[in-house]
């Protein structure tokens, strides 16, 4: 009967002050996806977005980031995901192929309102997957969040923490 009593002891926690509360968070992983830009002419036309990443995760080498990638390159980093890293990798918003038809009466995948809501697919895609510790060690991760430019010929590695 001792042991019940024992066990039912309170636990006492330090009490929380002021920097605790309204300090910065212990661990936190911003990214943001915006400012949609269409460039190029013709076949060549495509949008790129912002991905702006703030972090104070030690697994990544920059606190704060800022590069642009367009939708092909979102398709080769959850491409590189499925086939490097043990995560099941959410789905990217889709290709819209109708949207790429000649003769629509809107501007099909450069419509606003499509970019629009592709950007918040792309935003959702990205928090989850950067989200995922075991995907935060991918290099193509990485690369694709806070390199300037992707390089599609690197060599699939795991990034160690600092």
């Not at 606190?63 to 990638?69: G, I």
């Not at 419509?111 to 510790?133: C, M, T, W, Y």
Request: include cysteine.
């Amino acid at each position: 009967m001792a042991e019940a009593i024992a066990d039912t002891r309170r636990l006492y926690t330090k009490p929380q002050n002021l920097n605790d509360a309204y300090g910065p968070p212990s661990n936190f992983l911003e990214i943001d996806v915006s400012n949609p830009e269409t460039v190029g002419v013709g076949r060549n036309r495509f949008t790129t977005y912002e991905i702006r990443l703030k972090t104070n995760l030690p697994i990544f080498k920059l606190k704060e980031s800022r590069v642009r990638r367009r939708y092909s390159d979102f398709e080769w980093l959850r491409g590189e995901l499925e086939r490097e890293s043990k995560v099941v990798v959410p789905t990217l918003p889709g290709k819209a192929l109708f949207r790429q038809l000649p003769f629509r009466g809107d501007d099909g995948i450069f419509d606003d309102s499509f970019i629009e809501e592709r950007r918040q697919g792309l935003e959702h895609f990205l928090n989850k997957v950067a989200g995922h510790p075991l995907a935060q060690n991918e290099r193509c991760l990485h690369m694709f969040l806070q390199d300037e430019s992707v390089d599609k010929s690197y060599t699939p590695s795991k990034i160690r923490q600092a």
